[in-house]
């Protein structure tokens, strides 16, 4: 599954790339006689009915003269036709080896781009694209992770992808928190790993041993690992001087979760619901520590957090009884939700409350005659301590025997 080490592949093996630059020159030359439908991109189809033909006939070989790179029939020769005296379908074979030397993007097919040797190939997939990839094809369940079961059903169902022996070693490589349950998120984390170790091997490891050398490791430099050789140190469990792909890949996981471990995310608080309904009936199954069905002063003055408990608590009990009900604590949720909207509206600056000046600015004068003296008596109604400042307290009581919103003055509620 998941790595390298453990069955599946990052990418192709390129076997005519590591033949040498002269067989590439050959195969690419030789494509030029391949594209047999003349539509600037060879298939292996092609390349197969080419390479059958040569098979059947050796002495028919393409005339070069004018190809991509001049390659003599020599050379042509001496490179690819002793293949031909093998009898193992080399036809078919060699298709292959040809289209993965040049198919720059694993197409299945060269483009003239490719052919010519200018295609870039293409980006890396990132390690949340991996992640996903992996969990559509092993998750088929949809569960939102992979399991030991998950790998080995598939593994065992198609041995190419895996040894199903190996599947609990690939869990184990992902697995950060040991449940047996590799999510996205562990796999995202996994193949970012990967991917800074191999970054750091390209670096460390120039000559491609597959370790990094402590003792050579410190005379190289490197901007984006300046210290490095501490680290790799501390990287090195058995001592020995020298760092693996595992080992490295170990050292980054640690460090990250060491790291999380010291600053570990700010917790998001749960969400209030906003219903006056409901957040009422919240607060009475809060508040009501004696279960008598209400809330009294007592309970509402320990709990409640408001800056004048004792003044809130008279306002919402409109029978004064001493208890608040489900029906008055909705109605006063509600009252207070109405009065943040109204100096929401005014405070246009986020001051926490509102002044003549806002009033003046909200008020249109093309429908109020008097912009100013219309803001001064909006005021002088909500302003109950003539501070100049309407706070959402005083509009609460100003809702309670009828206020201003948007210039017209509320109905005057009728006392219960």
Request: a negative charge; one cysteine or more; hydrophobic letters at 45%.
């Amino acid at each position: 599954m998941l790595r390298k080490a453990y069955g599946l592949c990052a990418t192709p093996c390129i076997p005519f790339a590591s033949a040498g630059s002269q067989r590439v020159n050959v195969v690419r030359a030789f494509a030029v006689q391949a594209d047999q439908n003349g539509n600037g991109s060879i298939s292996g189809d092609e390349f197969q009915a080419i390479f059958a033909t040569l098979q059947a006939d050796p002495t028919r070989m393409p005339d070069l003269t004018g190809s991509v790179a001049t390659v003599h029939r020599t050379i042509f020769a001496d490179t690819l036709y002793p293949s031909f005296s093998r009898n193992r379908g080399i036809a078919a074979y060699m298709a292959q080896e040809a289209v993965v030397s040049l198919d720059v993007d694993a197409d299945g097919a060269i483009s003239a781009a490719e052919l010519a040797g200018t295609a870039k190939p293409p980006a890396p997939p990132t390690a949340a694209a991996r992640a996903d990839d992996l969990l559509t094809r092993y998750d088929t369940a949809g569960k939102g992770y992979v399991d030991l079961a998950d790998i080995q059903a598939a593994w065992t169902k198609d041995p190419t992808l895996g040894d199903p022996a190996k599947a609990q070693a690939a869990i184990d490589a992902f697995d950060q928190d040991g449940n047996g349950k590799v999510t996205r998120d562990e796999l995202k984390a996994g193949y970012e790993a990967m991917d800074q170790a191999d970054a750091m091997l390209a670096i460390f490891d120039p000559k491609g041993t597959g370790a990094i050398n402590l003792a050579n490791a410190a005379s190289i430099s490197s901007a984006d690992y300046p210290n490095a050789a501490a680290t790799f140190a501390r990287w090195d469990g058995n001592h020995n001087g020298l760092l693996t792909r595992p080992e490295v890949i170990a050292g980054i996981e640690a460090d990250a979760a060491a790291a999380a471990a010291q600053n570990p995310p700010t917790p998001i608080p749960p969400t209030q619901p906003t219903d006056p309904a409901l957040l009422a009936a919240t607060l009475l199954a809060q508040y009501d520590s004696d279960a008598s069905g209400g809330i009294s002063a007592a309970e509402f003055a320990s709990h409640a957090q408001v800056a004048d408990a004792a003044a809130t608590f008279a306002a919402w009990d409109t029978n004064s009884d001493g208890d608040l009900t489900l029906e008055e604590l909705q109605t006063g949720i509600g009252q207070v939700q109405q009065a943040q909207a109204i100096v929401k509206q005014y405070d246009l600056a986020g001051k926490g409350y509102f002044d003549e000046a806002d009033l003046a600015a909200a008020l249109d004068p093309a429908t109020v005659s008097d912009v100013a003296a219309q803001a001064h008596q909006i005021m002088s109604f909500w302003d109950a301590n003539g501070d100049g400042q309407v706070s959402v307290a005083e509009v609460v009581s100003g809702i309670a025997v009828g206020g201003y919103v948007g210039g017209e003055q509320l109905k005057t509620k009728t006392p219960a």
